[in-house]
C-alpha cells in the first residue's frame, strides 16, 4: 500500500499540477458562480480530480470516483435528471471492476501508472457498430417521450457507458468516446445558449472537460508509440502485476 500510495505523487509534470490546480479552480469558481451547494462543488471538484488522475493512470482516481458518483447521482436525482441518476450509478457499480483490474495491471514504470492497451481495427469496427446499434433506438425511444435533442442525448449515454468499460480495459479509445461525448455537450449547451435556454458557465465547464480529453487522448497516444503497444484481443489475458 505505501508504494501505491508513493506512485500517486510520481510522474507528474509542471504543467499538469499547473493544469490540474487550473481545472479544479475553474470547476470550483463555475459552481460558486452557479450558486451551487456544497455537495455540488464537492461533486464538480472530484469529477474533474478523477478524470484528470484517470488519464495519468493514477489509481487514486477512484477514489474520487467513489465520491463523485453517487454524489452526482443524488443530485441528479433532486433536479429530477433520472438519466443522469442511472448513468452514475452505473459509473458507481463499474469503479470496483476498474479497481480491480487496474490494481491487478500495474505498470513496471511508476511514472505510467498502469499499463495501457489499445483495440485493434477489428475491435474498433466491432465499438463503432455496437454504439451506432444502440443510439439508434435510443433515440427513436427519447424522440417518442419528447425529449430535447433525442439524437445527442443518445449519443452522449450511449457512448458513456461503452466509454466507461473501455476505462475498466486501460484501452486509449476511451479518450476518443470521452472527447465525442464532451464535444455533443458542448454543441447542446451552445445551441441552448443561442436561443436563450443555455447557461454560458455550463458551456464553459463542458469545453474545459474537452479540452482536458484532448490533452489526455495525446498523453495516451504518446504512451503508446513510446512502448510499442500490442492490440488487445479478445482472447488475449492480462498478466497481473508482479
Excluded at 154 to 161: D, K, M, P, V
Excluded at 203 to 228: H, Q, S, T
Aim: glycine share 8%.
Amino acid at each position: 500500500m505505501k508504494k501505491i500510495f508513493i506512485e500517486q505523487f510520481i510522474g507528474w509534470r509542471t504543467q499538469e499540477i499547473l493544469w490540474l490546480v487550473f481545472s479544479i479552480f475553474s470547476i470550483t469558481a463555475l459552481s460558486i458562480y452557479w450558486d451551487d451547494t456544497p455537495l455540488g462543488i464537492i461533486a464538480a471538484t472530484t469529477g474533474m480530480a478523477y478524470t484528470i488522475l484517470a488519464g495519468k493512470g493514477k489509481i487514486s482516481c477512484f477514489i474520487f470516483g467513489l465520491i463523485n458518483t453517487p454524489l452526482y447521482a443524488y443530485l441528479a436525482f433532486k433536479s429530477g435528471y433520472y438519466g443522469d441518476l442511472t448513468l452514475n450509478a452505473y459509473y458507481f457499480i463499474m469503479m470496483f471492476p476498474g479497481l480491480f483490474h487496474w490494481l491487478k495491471n500495474r505498470s513496471q514504470d511508476p511514472e505510467e501508472g498502469i499499463k495501457r492497451t489499445k483495440l485493434s481495427n477489428r475491435g474498433r469496427l466491432i465499438l463503432a457498430a455496437l454504439c451506432i446499434g444502440a443510439i439508434i433506438p435510443t433515440w427513436a425511444i427519447l424522440k417518442v417521450c419528447g425529449g430535447a435533442q433525442p439524437l445527442c442525448d443518445s449519443a452522449t449515454n450511449i457512448l458513456s457507458i461503452a466509454a466507461m468499460i473501455l476505462t475498466v480495459r486501460r484501452a486509449i479509445e476511451e479518450w476518443a468516446l470521452w472527447i465525442l461525448v464532451n464535444a455533443i455537450e458542448v454543441f447542446m449547451w451552445y445551441k441552448a445558449w443561442l436561443i436563450g435556454q443555455g447557461n454560458v458557465s455550463i458551456l464553459l465547464m463542458w469545453l474545459l472537460f474537452l479540452a482536458n480529453g484532448v490533452y489526455l487522448l495525446c498523453l495516451w497516444l504518446r504512451i503508446e508509440k513510446r512502448n510499442n503497444l500490442k492490440p488487445l484481443h479478445a482472447k488475449q489475458r492480462e498478466e497481473p502485476q508482479q
